[in-house]
């Protein structure tokens, strides 16, 4: 019967309560809570004396609530509830009116129903839609407020209807006659009912008991009636439903559609009249109307592939014929009629559309058909088509099913990692054992590191043969070595005997230099030939390299070490590539990140599209927290302890913070193109009247309104913004711009200028955005302001680095803008915002700190030297950095530069590089040493190499307001600056030539610098200040501007660096390149220093803890090894003279100084440069180096300190690996890398 209440119903149903389709989702708890699903329903029973009328009269209706019910004799009894899940509740998508229900994706609306499993088997269902139909004309009673006419019409008003049927009535109100009466259409047994639709009766099959309960099961069908689109309205013709499917590899399709015998006879169609019938074959695509043969099969059964004899392909055959011919001819013979055996047969017959016989036509096929369930074997895409129904003018009845991957169960996910775990770590194992049993001689053979494979008791006989092989092997090397010791003594006398010689047959000069390299030679073969501790990876191969043909009982098999080599190279070792284990620590560490950012996100969204966007947002918060770390000085000096951190962070905090910039890169992209993908998906979704589910709030929307959506926070608009600045930021942090010059007066002069023009041009207008406004800004409020003398607007040439740091400024307004973007960024930021904070809390008290320059002195190769006095409280260790700011160069910038000078001496000094491509470095000299010496001279001096500027500190006097306007006294505040005043240049023969300054500077006094041996500081005399009111301006009066030649400099730090840890080494190597020379030459000082303090009263050493040292506690390195690599010979002049005070001391004998000279050179050019220093022509041999250090220095930590480039970091990094492979016993030396690079 038509039931005509309202959804939830007030009385018991036999209808169990599927999905509720609403467009008051305001009222979807309601709904899912008055379900009989979870709720008992009630009703009245009433008793006649005689059986009521067909038509019950008013008095006699039955009550259809509790109080009516009684009061009128009835009695009111209570059903349970279903006590099965509440029915899901969803939004009901837009649809035209009288248009099939089509929404905007173009398709009908529908829902996924996934079968209970409380439906016993074999259980007959009806399956039955309604939908209530309301109006929005009912008004609100008297008294009621917040009515809604499609939720609180109930049965208050059942004796009092708030619309009658077909009012009639002057509704537009200008008068009867003029604008009425008119008559509604209003039915009111229509009005606020529930319609119905057909209802479908089907069966539920228990799931087999071979399919697991988390294989899903598709029931794939076809709708539609016989006959044309008009005919057929309001339904639709023929179609698969779902017409385009996507299953996983091991899923199940149920094949099966009902037809019909009782259509209209008229409508048209092809076949028996009246009748419904359909088929499937595979068709090679959706243009395509033509079946494949089945020799070109893909949906059953992979016939490229596989075999047709087999039992699986005669399985498939059997399918594609009955889902192609519908086993009609058994249907044939049982009502006495056979298909066309042939195509005579078939021509014979001359069989019409309602012959029962054309089986052609399907006639014979019954209207019920069910091909069982299939199981997708063939991933893929597969087009279907149904031969009858497919009139390729009039109709389609086409369909697509995909078949992807396979879908995992979690068991299966973690049997798969589990078994790859294993399978990686038995093939390590395995490998390791092959390696080491096939290399005897080896140390993975040894007792100590024989794999535990060859432990086992079943491999003690074959372990046994190659230890004696492996005794053998020792006992060839011992007399092998005997005869090298033997050889030595020879080849050292005709080495010797050769430099004698070369004295006497070159120039002076050069036999001098023959005569040291020869030396040399000679040390070295000594120290080659001294008998070692134990024999380094090279010693041994060379001594096997020596054996005789008897001896040569081993032949070494590199068989099997790739697994062992991948795996170095992957996770490096305790030798020297440690740091490899941060780097991809820090991989899985991103990835895990992101494997939790798409599972937490999984179903959000409209797509999973929105998973992935969501993947590369955490994998961005992340990246963008750590980004911050590299930046912070003052944590650095702390976490340089932490040698776990050495390779990834220590070593090059700039390289780090560009490494996370390329993790922000990738996260970037995977965002952006995630949102990209949504937000078109979502563009194109259907728009829902209802919004019950997130993804249905934002499905329909256009670009434009998710861009600048107001509930989101404007965040695809904000994101763009975000990326066009970040892009800026690492367009500009290029070489191509950092450390280029643009010189706007003359265009690009080569192809290098051209690309750095190119690139900076697509940084500015990218930012034009946001550069105009501010610039017009600007323009606005020039009058109130004076332009700063480094903005870009007016200057010829503009530095890169200058353009670099500026629009890296923009790192603030990215990270606020990233906290509106994203909602759950501060989770992200917070702590990193914090230590930020501090940071800059930290330094933005030691940035205010003037320091007072002493001179400035341009040495060989273009370095300047630049001496400061101590400042108040400063302490520092050696290999320590410090930053700098030269006012009148740019107040904004700040360079690092590392201390030259011990912790133990009463001043600073750096080393600066000047070289005229470094802008601010050139800048610097040109302020410090040029205009001086131009100045000092009258130009009568050419600036450069020799030239020392000497300073002295000035106190300038400034008048500020009063401070709180309570007296009318004024406060002085001191202005301090350094001003040059004495000029030496050295000339050739020792001589010195002195320029002294004419006069002292106006307005200004001389100051006094004094430091005490505990605690350096200034005394400044406020009393002695003279201020001169001589210029007729007031700002001059109030503020007078400095002398043009006044230096003030200002310093940051200390800040830790790698280098500084080299004093908890009892052996180092010091490896410098070029100017990454300077932190050793601190370092050399002060162990100098530090020695001598050791062996002083103890005066001396309370002098010495001003560098924040311990003496009593103190210990000094036992052994240096200091290596200098320079292109040319000139380069090591300029630091020859501090090198060689840094060796003056009772430390000089721990100090063993190697240079080497890596340009090409002739022999005769070679200047030696005395003071012991061991000098070579090339590149230094690591893997040479290194095993002789084990040798000389067995069991002990070796620690590495380089300061240089990356690439020789890398050399270094492999030269200790493979000196630590040599041998793993407990008495071999291990090399430790820290690098700082440049």
Request: proline share 6%; glycine share 8%; net charge neutral.
């Amino acid at each position: 019967p038509e039931e005509r209440d309202y959804y939830p119903y007030w009385h018991p149903s036999g209808w169990r309560d599927a999905a509720v389709l609403t467009s008051e989702p305001e009222h979807c708890e309601f709904y899912r809570q008055e379900s009989q699903n979870a709720m008992p329903k009630g009703h009245c029973v009433m008793t006649f004396e005689e059986e009521p009328p067909a038509t019950l009269q008013e008095e006699d209706q039955v009550a259809n609530n509790r109080n009516d019910c009684e009061s009128n004799g009835g009695t009111w009894t209570v059903e349970p509830a279903w006590d099965i899940d509440p029915p899901e509740c969803l939004g009901l998508p837009e649809s035209r009116d009288n248009h099939h229900g089509n929404i905007a994706t173009g398709h009908m609306a529908s829902y996924l129903w996934k079968i209970p499993d409380t439906i016993p088997d074999n259980d007959t269902c009806v399956l039955r839609i309604r939908y209530n139909m309301s109006s929005g004309d009912f008004k609100a009673p008297d008294g009621e407020i917040d009515w809604d006419p499609f939720f609180d019409l109930d049965a208050r008003y059942n004796a009092n209807p708030p619309i009658k049927t077909d009012p009639k009535d002057d509704f537009v109100g200008l008068g009867w006659q003029t604008s009425g009466p008119l008559q509604l259409q209003v039915n009111t047994a229509q009005f606020g009912r529930t319609f119905q639709d057909r209802s479908h009766v089907f069966k539920v099959k228990r799931r087999p008991e071979s399919i697991p309960s988390d294989v899903r099961i598709v029931n794939y069908n076809v709708r539609g009636r016989r006959g044309n689109i008009v005919q057929v309205y309001p339904a639709v013709e023929y179609d698969f439903v779902p017409q385009d499917l996507s299953v996983n590899l091991g899923d199940f399709l149920h094949f099966q559609w009902t037809g019909s015998d009782a259509n209209a006879n008229g409508n048209a169609g092809n076949g028996r009249q009246g009748t419904d019938r359909s088929n499937l074959v595979q068709i090679s695509g959706r243009s395509a109307n033509k079946p494949v043969s089945f020799e070109e099969h893909s949906l059953f059964f992979d016939a490229k592939s596989q075999d047709w004899s087999s039992d699986e392909g005669r399985a498939a055959e059997r399918l594609i014929e009955r889902f192609a011919f519908l086993d009609q001819e058994s249907y044939a013979e049982q009502v006495g009629q056979t298909c066309p055996k042939d195509r005579d047969d078939l021509e014979d017959r001359n069989l019409d559309d309602n012959d029962d016989d054309n089986c052609q036509q399907l006639n014979a096929a019954p209207a019920y058909f069910d091909g069982g369930l299939v199981e997708m074997k063939v991933r893929g895409t597969h087009h279907i088509v149904s031969t009858r129904n497919n009139a390729y003018s009039n109709r389609s009845q086409k369909a697509t099913i995909r078949v992807g991957h396979a879908r995992l169960r979690w068991w299966e996910i973690a049997a798969i990692v589990a078994g790859t775990v294993a399978a990686v770590w038995l093939a390590y194992l395995v490998s390791n054992a092959v390696h080491a049993y096939m290399n005897p001689t080896s140390s993975a053979f040894s007792k100590r590191n024989r794999p535990i494979l060859l432990r086992a008791p079943c491999m003690w006989c074959f372990v046994q043969r190659q230890i004696k092989k492996r005794e053998a092997y020792k006992e060839a090397l011992q007399r092998a070595w005997q005869r090298r010791c033997a050889a030595a003594d020879t080849q050292r006398g005709a080495t010797l005997l050769g430099a004698t010689a070369a004295r006497k047959a070159v120039t002076p000069s050069a036999g001098s230099a023959a005569a040291k390299l020869t030396t040399n030679l000679a040390q070295e073969q000594a120290e080659l030939t001294r008998p070692p501790g134990w024999l380094s990876k090279q010693t041994k191969e060379e001594l096997t390299a020596a054996l005789h043909p008897n001896e040569k009982i081993i032949v070494k098999s590199q068989c099997c070490t790739w697994p062992r080599q991948l795996w170095h190279r992957c996770l490096g070792d305790d030798s020297g590539e440690g740091d490899k284990r941060a780097t991809w620590a820090y991989i899985m560490i991103n990835i895990l990140v992101a494997a939790f950012g798409f599972a937490c996100n999984y179903s959000g969204g409209l797509n999973r599209w929105y998973a992935v966007a969501k993947m590369g947002g955490y994998m961005l918060d992340f990246n963008l927290s750590v980004l911050l770390l590299p930046t912070m000085r003052s944590l650095q000096k702390y976490v340089i302890q932490v040698r776990q951190l050495d390779g990834l962070f220590n070593a090059d905090p700039i390289g780090f913070h560009m490494w996370v910039a390329g993790w922000v890169a990738f996260g970037t992209v995977v965002h952006v193109f995630g949102h990209v993908m949504h937000m078109g998906a979502i563009s194109l979704g259907p728009h829902f009247q209802a919004v019950v589910t997130p993804a249905q709030a934002i499905s329909g929307r256009s670009i434009l309104i998710q861009s600048f959506d107001p509930y989101t926070r404007a965040a695809p608009f904000t994101g763009c913004i975000i990326l066009v600045m970040m892009i800026a930021m690492g367009m500009t942090a290029s070489t191509r711009i950092r450390r280029h010059t643009f010189n706007f007066a003359r265009p690009p002069q080569s192809f290098h200028d051209l690309i750095s023009w190119f690139v900076l041009a697509l940084a500015f207008l990218l930012l034009s955005p946001i550069l105009l406004p501010w610039y017009f800004l600007r323009w606005l409020g020039r009058g109130c302001r004076r332009a700063a003398s480094s903005d870009l607007p007016g200057q010829k040439k503009v530095g890169g680095f200058l353009i670099f740091w500026g629009v890296h400024k923009l790192w603030a307004p990215v990270y606020i803008l990233l906290l509106a973007h994203g909602p759950q960024c501060w989770i992200w930021f917070l702590w990193p915002l914090i230590l930020l904070l501090c940071d800059r809390l930290v330094s933005r008290d030691r940035r205010k700190q003037q320091v007072m320059l002493k001179s400035a002195e341009m040495l060989k190769s273009n370095v300047m030297k630049l001496t400061f006095g101590m400042p108040p409280g400063f302490t520092y260790q050696a290999g320590q950095y410090i930053q700098i700011c030269c006012e009148q160069v740019n107040g904004e910038e700040w360079h690092p530069f590392t201390l030259t000078s011990a912790p133990e001496e009463k001043d600073l000094s750096v080393h600066i590089r000047c070289g005229d491509d470094l802008d601010w470095c050139s800048a610097l000299k040109q302020k410090l040493v040029f205009d001086p010496v131009n100045a000092l001279t009258e130009c009568k001096q050419k600036p450069g190499e020799g030239c020392r500027v000497m300073y002295s500190p000035y106190a300038h006097g400034e008048m500020l307001p009063q401070a709180d306007g309570t007296d009318g006294r004024r406060r002085l505040e001191q202005q301090l600056y350094s001003q040059p005043t004495v000029l030496e240049v050295a000339r050739t023969g020792g001589k010195v030539d002195t320029f002294k300054r004419r006069a002292a500077p106006a307005n200004a006094v001389a100051i006094t610098v004094t430091a005490s041996a505990r605690n350096a500081k200034r005394v400044w005399d406020d009393e002695k200040v003279e201020t001169k009111a001589s210029s007729t301006s007031l700002e001059e009066v109030l503020r007078p501007p400095l002398p043009r030649d006044a230096i003030q400099l200002r310093l940051d730090g200390p800040h830790g660096a790698p280098s500084e840890l080299v004093w908890k080494n009892k052996v180092v190597m010091l490896v410098g390149a070029g100017i990454g020379v300077t932190p050793f030459a601190s370092i050399l000082r002060s162990l100098q220093m530090q020695v001598q303090a050791q062996h002083s009263d103890s005066s001396s050493r309370k002098r010495a803890g001003t560098s924040g040292h311990d003496v009593s506690t103190w210990q000094a390195c036992e052994k240096v090894y200091f290596y200098w690599l320079c292109r040319g010979q000139d380069e090591f002049h300029w630091f020859y003279e501090l090198l060689s005070e840094a060796l003056k001391g009772p430390a000089r004998d721990r100090i063993e100084v190697n240079l080497f000279q890596t340009a090409m050179v002739e022999l005769s050019q070679v200047r030696m440069l005395g003071d012991g220093f061991k000098q070579f022509m090339g590149r230094p041999d690591w893997k040479k180096i290194m095993p002789k250090l084990s040798e000389k220095h067995p069991g002990e930590n070796i620690g590495v300190f380089l300061c240089g480039p990356q690439a020789l970091r890398g050399e270094l990094q492999r030269a200790a690996a493979d000196s630590g492979k040599s041998d793993k016993t407990d008495n071999r030396a291990r090399f430790m890398v820290h690098a700082e690079n440049f």
